[in-house]
């Protein structure tokens, strides 16, 4: 049993992450029906953006604001400069999904040729060998803090398009982009603030996912396509489908790492989502596209 | 008295080869309900989505001039700003959203006092939106969501509110509501400009009319003068039996004279 809950628990750390990855992903496809390729180049970039920071000798908690702001303002600014030129230029789906894929192997290049590619420490003030008793079962500091950083951000969001006018316009733009014009809603600039924010969700993901990995251009590849899957298992469309999937793909994953192998990791999460597919193609919370003609 | 609304020449075009609009003038005057009737296919919608800057770069050639200013090829959230809402033809709800959040989206960008105000009067006009207002917008019956439409364009108070075929699907009892609603609108002092093919419906309420064909206005006039013309009332009226032989056969396709 402890052994059960201390890999739960760690799945559930990592789970957070992916959520995180996923929220950001559905925010940004269900409000322009793109997918984010760079999303986890934004949140590697903003990663490197804190390491330089902290090298200035910056306390963590700026540098933690910082980084988020940065990768914030990386998004708007390529929704406002590369995606709305595009569009006015009648840009596909499959072109404006293209220019994203090009927006994160630019920031790759950009990041290898700035900051190297040798891998490199993250110095965090959580730590992962620190190790807290909670009532028999051993959870480190850094887990703790992942798993509140998991839980804040989705109440954020939450409360952000739940409960605000703002958030009112986001789900109006994201459903009727003609009528939220027609009624005199400023459309480009909430949905630039719907690329920030998931640009920002992507980078407090990246940061809490740096310390257990080593940074490199590239660490956020993997984070990314796990969250990607978590995504698609929750529903795309779906802002709680993200935060089931990505807690589903990294229980499953802590549990089968534990259990099973190491290798055998990745292996089961992805047997899961197959089979959930299979089921309900459309994702756990998803909603079928109904379209009248 | 300048028109509120004046459009010179106006031509639409969709992927820069077919002509919606060739060429159209119509002036709106302030206070009055303007109505454009014609067949599908005439262009009645695509001139609504042009002075309402919903079709981009276009028109491409002509002017729109709206209380003094020019509006053409504006982007659409400046027009509406400036005060020309437009109710399309699928209503253009936010289905997810319920009937408040819909009504509160009106009211974006609003910050005067007359809100309430504003409020009480579309709840007065249309009270079942009262009812449901906690109420998913796509569960509303068809009625119901032209009420919700108009309600939500009423809140932009608009100078002019277009509207595609308010009475489009409804059951005849629910049509006239919605057009009582159009009428008290009308006295409040908006100006209405409407797209119709319920030809008899729209001529009861209209101050004006126009008859759209393949792109252009071919007739304009009171209700009046349109109602006396044969061809209208033919063809939109349902009215032409002297094109019948004795035998109730028709002889021959008669030539609209326009």
């Not at chain 2, 959230?77 to 400036?82: A, G, M, R």
Request: proline content about 4%.
């Amino acid at each position: 049993m402890e052994r059960f809950l201390l890999y739960f628990i760690s799945g559930l750390a990592v789970g957070s992450l992916y959520a995180l990855v996923a929220l950001g992903l559905s925010l940004i496809y269900r409000s322009t029906r793109i997918l984010n390729f760079a999303h986890g180049d934004i949140a590697s970039a903003g990663a490197f953006f804190a390491l330089t920071l902290m090298g200035l000798k910056i306390p963590f908690g700026l540098v933690f604001i910082m980084a988020l702001l940065f990768g914030s303002l990386l998004a708007m600014g390529f929704y406002f400069c590369i995606l709305v030129p595009a569009q006015r230029r009648e840009a596909t789906l499959l072109g404006q999904i293209i220019l994203t894929l090009g927006l994160g192997l630019i920031i790759q290049g950009l990041t290898s040729r700035i900051w190297g590619m040798e891998p490199q420490p993250f110095p965090f003030p959580l730590s992962d060998s620190k190790v807290w008793n909670i009532g028999g079962i051993y959870i480190s500091e850094l887990s703790v803090g992942t798993i509140a950083a998991g839980l804040l951000g989705s109440i954020c969001l939450y409360l952000l398009v739940q409960r605000t006018r703002l958030g009112l316009a986001m789900r109006a733009t994201s459903e009727n982009l003609q009528a939220a014009q027609t009624l005199g809603i400023p459309t480009r600039r909430i949905l630039a603030i719907s690329w920030g924010t998931a640009a920002l969700l992507g980078v407090v993901a990246g940061l809490f996912l740096a310390p257990l990995l080593l940074l490199d251009p590239f660490y956020m590849l993997e984070p990314f396509l796990k969250g990607f899957a978590a995504a698609i298992l929750g529903g795309l469309n779906s802002l709680p489908g993200a935060i089931v999937g990505g807690l589903i793909l990294g229980i499953a994953e802590g549990l089968a790492g534990g259990y099973i192998s190491i290798a055998f990791k990745n292996t089961l999460a992805f047997l899961i989502i197959i089979a959930v597919l299979l089921v309900r193609p459309e994702g756990l919370l998803g909603e079928e596209f109904i379209e009248r003609v | 008295m300048t028109p509120l609304l004046k459009i010179s020449s106006i031509e639409t075009l969709y992927f820069d080869r077919i002509y919606a609009l060739h060429g159209i003038s119509l002036e709106v005057k302030e206070r009055e309900i303007f109505a454009i009737l014609g067949p599908n296919g005439a262009g009645k919608t695509t001139l609504l989505k042009t002075i309402a800057g919903l079709i981009k770069d276009q028109p491409k050639k002509g002017t729109i001039e709206f209380r003094g200013r020019m509006i053409q090829r504006l982007p659409p959230e400046k027009i509406s700003s400036l005060g020309i809402v437009y109710v399309p033809e699928d209503r253009g709800l936010f289905r997810e959203l319920t009937v408040e959040e819909n009504l509160d989206l009106g009211l974006w960008g609003r910050r005067d006092e007359a809100v309430k105000e504003d409020l009480e009067f579309v709840h007065g006009l249309f009270p079942i939106l009262r009812d449901r207002r906690k109420q998913q917008a796509e569960t509303l019956s068809g009625g119901e969501q032209q009420m919700l439409a108009i309600a939500r364009a009423m809140l932009r108070r608009p100078h002019l509110l277009m509207l595609d075929e308010p009475s489009l699907g409804l059951a005849p009892k629910v049509a006239r509501h919605v057009i009582d609603a159009l009428l008290q609108i009308s006295r409040k002092g908006t100006t209405l400009l409407v797209v119709e093919q319920n030809a008899k419906l729209a001529l009861r309420i209209a101050h004006y009319g126009y008859i759209l064909e393949a792109g252009r206005i071919v007739l304009e006039g009171t209700p009046k003068e349109l109602e006396e013309n044969e061809d209208v009332q033919e063809l939109y009226l349902g009215m032409g039996e002297q094109s019948l032989s004795p035998k109730g056969w028709r002889l021959y396709k008669k030539r609209r004279r326009w």
